[in-house]
């Protein structure tokens, strides 16, 4: 099993479009995960590899990522495989977020912890953060990362106005949000929330 440590024995990769989580939110990531007993996680955007190692080191029992852009999948297989233990379970569903993450909750599928990192386009952030309210059990946690991106604050800016009785802010640590490289924001999921099938009126 690696530790925090070897992160930086990783693969890399050479493509500069690929944004790498940093070394403090690896730290926060891992003890979100562990702090709230997480069993089965997501993300959207896996990048390198880094955060669904991460939360593997963390303990998780099954992760699943989304993503769409194939450019650096081989890398990202190949990190995850170093830190993956056989009783461990990888899923990655390949696709853009908004339709991948739709049949998971047509699926009635449950995560309890969910990490936004994907398209960092306005649309793309408000999807992902719509679909994890439903895809989160109560007391479930959402993590998302690159917040000083302002198409990003501001799609998390409009729940926090809007759906305040859904998030519950969880604050990072001092000695990690003072950091550099640190740009992430998590979030506690309510029990107040359900999503409703639409009833439809019978004909007289």
């Known amino acids: 099993m690696l530790s925090l440590d070897t992160f930086r024995r990783l693969e890399l990769g050479t493509n ?3 944004i790498s989580i940093s070394g403090p939110e690896i730290e926060w990531l891992m003890n979100l995960a ?15 590899g880094f955060s669904a190692v991460a939360l593997l080191l963390a303990g998780v029992e099954e992760h699943t990522a989304v ?7 081989d890398i990202a297989q190949t990190n995850i495989m170093k830190a993956k ?19 998971l909750v047509d699926a009635g599928e449950k995560f309890d912890l969910i990490l936004i990192d994907g398209g960092h386009s306005y649309e793309d952030a408000f999807i992902d953060i719509h679909y994890a309210r439903s895809l989160l059990d109560a007391g479930g946690v959402m993590v998302l990362d690159d917040t000083n991106w302002p198409a990003v604050r501001s799609a998390m800016n409009w ?6 009785h859904i ?18 924001a998590a979030f506690r999921r309510s029990a107040l929330y359900a999503r409703q099938r639409p009833t439809i009126a019978k004909s007289p």
């Not at 993503?67 to 999948?73: A, H, I, K, M, V």
């Not at 729940?159 to 305040?164: D, E, K, M, N, S």
Request: proline letters at 9%; one cysteine or more; a positive charge.
């Open 159 to 164: 729940h926090q106005r809007f759906l305040a």
């Open 67 to 73: 993503e769409f852009w194939p450019r650096n999948l």
């Open 34 to 48: 562990k702090t709230h007993q997480a069993c089965r996680s997501l993300e959207t955007g896996v990048g390198n």
């Open 167 to 184: 998030w519950t802010e969880i604050l990072p640590p001092a000695h990690l949000a003072g950091r550099p490289g640190f740009n992430m």
């Open 85 to 103: 233990t056989p009783t461990q379970r990888f899923r990655l569903l390949f696709g853009s977020s908004d339709i991948r993450l739709a049949a």
């Open 16 to 18: 500069p479009g690929v």
